[in-house]
């Protein structure tokens, strides 16, 4: 579990009486039903707390773990790391806050259905544009896009690589970690090369002018990409 945040919240008191039931039975009604039990609800009153079921427990479950990550960077001293150690202390603070690898991996296997991707792919959207803002990010044209993007695809990459790693303390998983954020350093450092080369610059100016009008969401509603609350 990612630590019980329980007290009188009937989304965290369900969430909490789900987990012991996911390792069984998934991310399913099944688990739904034996929560609200569980939790001395009746099957209506726990849909009025999650009306989507299952699909609502596993993406609260998901969200704690955000916001425990979260937590952990407020209280850390950023300011005393480089990007790089930013991004990687801020991805392995977000595997370590997931705790339940079980329940972890059956809401990997329940947001690969295809009903359920693009909720699965939303939320962690909403984990990278969570990184990024508590880390500063001020991007207002592309960028802002193609750096969630690019986090989005580590983290998930990552996640899939802890799930199967049996290594003391999961170092397999921060040494995996680490050779994907190279990878991301290096594109960055191109993209570098390409903005100071005078020929490459000139050629691309128009391209480059476009992608700059691309504007990050204004006033973001929850049921688009890059709202990173409940």
């Known amino acids: 579990m990612q630590g019980d945040a329980g007290g009188d919240d009937p989304r965290a008191v369900l969430l909490d009486a789900a987990l012991p039931h996911v390792a069984f039975d998934g991310w399913s009604e099944a688990t739904f039903r034996a929560a609200a039990a569980d939790a001395g609800m009746t099957p209506e009153e726990a849909r009025a707390v999650y009306p989507r079921g299952a699909m609502d427990l596993a993406a609260e479950f998901h969200r704690r773990g955000d916001a425990a990550m979260l937590a952990r960077l407020e209280a850390a001293d950023l300011d005393a790391m480089r990007i790089r150690e930013k991004v990687t202390f801020a991805v392995r603070a977000r595997i370590e806050a997931a705790g339940d690898r079980e329940a972890v991996r059956r809401g990997t296997a329940f947001f690969a259905l295809p ?116």
């Open 115 to 230: 009903q359920n991707a693009p909720e699965g792919a939303r939320l962690i959207w909403d984990t990278a544009d969570a990184i990024w803002t508590v880390l500063g990010d001020a991007s207002d044209d592309i960028n802002w896009y193609t750096k969630r993007a690019t986090l989005s695809g580590v983290y998930g990459s990552v996640v899939l690589f802890w799930l199967g790693d049996q290594s003391e303390d999961s170092e397999a998983t921060w040494a995996f970690l680490d050779r994907r954020i190279e990878d991301v350093m290096r594109i960055e450092k191109i993209k570098a090369q390409v903005r100071a080369n005078p020929v490459l610059s000139r050629a691309l100016a128009g391209p480059a002018w476009l992608m700059s009008q691309v504007k990050p969401p204004r006033g973001r509603r929850e049921d688009l990409p890059g709202h990173t609350g409940p």
